[in-house]
Structures are given as C-alpha cells and as structure tokens.
Antibody, heavy 119, light 110 residues
Framework: QVQLQESGPGLAKPSGTLSLTCAVS?????????WSWIRQPPGKGLEWIGE???????NYNPSLRSRVSISLDKSKNQFSLNLRSVTAADTATYYC????????????WGQGTLVTVSS | QSALTQPASVSGSPGQSITISCTGT?????????VSWYQQHPGKAPKLVIYDVSDRPSVVSNRFSGSKSGNTASLTISGLQAEDEADYYCSSYTSSSTYVFGTGTKVTVL
C-alpha cells in the first residue's frame, strides 16, 4: 500500500519560509491522485492547506493562498510545501496525504512532522 | 471558509451507541455527498473511517456508520469499545474546490 513520509527542518524563523517534502513510496506520484498538505497546531484541529495533481494543477486554502505553494518532483516521486512569511501561528504538525482522483477523502496519510516557528 | 461545527466532546459507556454531528452550510456539507470522517488517537496521524457520507473502507469496523440530513452530517459508533476513545474530525469538499475540516470531537469511553 502507499506510504507517505514527511521530511524537513523542525524549526523555522519568523518571517522566513517553511519548506517540507513528502516522499511517496509503493506508488507513483504520476498516478491519478491529488496530493495534499494538512496541518494541526498543538492541541487544535486539522486545517487543509492545499493539493496538487500529477499534472501540476493546484488548489489552495483561501486563507493561506497568498503565502503557500505546492510543487511536484516526479523524478524523486515526491511533492513539496513552501509557506512564506511564517509566524508563531504556523507552528503545527504538518501531514501529507493522498486523495484519489474522483474521490473526496484522504485515504493515506504520512506520520506528520512538527514544525516550530521561533527565533 | 469556516470550520465545520462539531461538539467538543461526546461520551458513552462500553456497548452503547454515540453520535457525533458535523454542521456546515449549503456550500459544503449540504451541497455535496463528499463528507468524510477521521479517527485520531493521541500522537498519531488521522485514519479514514467513513467517506462519501456513509461508505466505509473495508478495513474499518462495521460499528462505524455515517449519514447526512441537510447541512448536518453524523457519525455513529455502535457497540462502543475502549479502543474507540479518540478525537474525531469530519471533512467536506466545498463549492470553492477546497476542503474544510470540522472543529473536532473528543470521544470518551466511560
């Protein structure tokens, strides 16, 4: 079955950029799926950040659209998240997840990675 | 987009049934049959338990069921077990081609 693994710095500086990568194994990122980023601040609920299709098409949460970009690296079978101008409010566990094309649920999730925004 | 509204907590005794509500608008829950539910144990990633309002992945117990009426979706857990104690989140596709999650519900098994 598909496996997802997030990686990246656990610390980001205020006003800087948060960058994470999600490696996909036992499945191809070129397949007919959307690939999403979802975050969860400590002790709080889930927030959908955005998604990317294998063609490169993207959709973003309107509240984050001005600061976020999601990209694909097909050669490495992974996708990435960049979140600019971060503040302490962006401190969260970040998950990557798969939503199959034509379906509207997140069926496979990574284990999550905690990113703290602090100087 | 505003988070879908869920009760903060629901509790029940082993063997009982509980229901968690998830209220949105006609632009999300009420407009599409694309509501899903996730179970999250402490320190773990969420796990899909219901999709498309009432469908269940093959690996999920048939004690979990879902329904929808108007702008409110519901998750019912029957024959409550200790292992069901967790946080539960609903999610819906929206008219803006985005997704919105619920505020989350903590289920306690008494």
């Amino acid at each position: 079955q598909v496996q997802l693994q997030e990686s990246g710095p656990g610390l980001a500086k205020p006003s800087g950029t948060l960058s994470l990568t999600c490696a996909v194994s036992s499945g191809s990122i070129r397949s007919s799926n959307w690939w999403s980023w979802i975050r969860q601040p400590p002790g709080k609920g889930l927030e959908w950040i955005g998604e990317i299709y294998h063609s490169g098409s993207t959709n973003y949460n309107p509240s984050l659209r001005s600061r976020v970009s999601i990209s694909l690296d097909k050669s490495k079978n992974q996708f990435s998240l960049n979140l600019r101008s971060v503040t302490a409010a962006d401190t969260a566990t970040y998950y990557c997840a798969r939503n199959p094309y034509g379906d509207y649920q997140f069926d496979y999730w990574g284990q999550g990675t905690l990113v703290t925004v602090s100087s | 987009q505003s988070a879908l509204t869920q009760p903060a907590s629901v509790s029940g005794s082993p063997g009982q049934s509980i229901t968690i509500s998830c209220t949105g608008t006609s632009s999300d829950v009420g407009g599409y049959n694309y509501v899903s539910w996730y179970q999250q144990h402490p320190g773990k990633a969420p796990k899909l338990v219901i999709y498309d309002v009432s469908d269940r992945p093959s690996v999920v117990s048939n004690r979990f069921s879902g329904s929808k009426s108007g702008n409110t979706a519901s998750l019912t857990i029957s024959g409550l077990q200790a292992e069901d104690e967790a946080d539960y989140y609903c999610s819906s596709y929206t008219s803006s081609s985005t997704y919105v999650f619920g505020t989350g519900t903590k289920v306690t098994v008494l």
